[in-house]
Nanobody, 126 residues
């Protein structure tokens, strides 16, 4: 069973920095595409950043130039370095592990490979 555990959230002043970590277990981590998402009350979960198994990175426009995602396959951990934080970055941040779901997987009756952590609260004060 895949397990994802986030850490590193907390309270920080506007303009400050935090680094989130997500430790994975129960999977071949190097094969997983890893992402960070965030959610505020009453809103849908939104993508913040993703790093593929091959190391390719993609960011939401609202964090480009401020946040950086990285992974350490030896430690089965993905990180989100958050700089120049703004009050609107306040949210619960979730770690996600996914793999591409193919027609072959569907034909074989496999479930999509998608796992979530429990989330970590990030609060940015103005």
């Amino acid at each position: 069973q895949v397990r994802l555990v986030e850490s590193g959230g907390g309270l920080v002043q506007s303009g400050g920095s935090l680094r989130l970590s997500c430790a994975a277990s129960g999977s071949i981590f190097s094969m997983d595409d890893m992402g960070w998402y965030r959610q505020t009350p009453g809103n849908q979960r939104e993508l913040v950043a993703v790093i593929t198994s091959g190391g390719r990175k993609n960011y939401a426009d609202f964090v480009k130039g401020r946040f950086s995602i990285s992974r350490d396959n030896a430690k089965n951990t993905v990180y989100l370095q958050m700089n120049s934080l703004k009050p609107e970055d306040t949210a619960v941040y979730y770690c996600n592990a996914e793999r591409p779901y193919t027609y072959s997987d569907y034909d074989r009756g496999l479930e999509p490979y998608e796992y979530w952590g429990q989330g970590t609260q990030v609060t940015v004060s103005s």
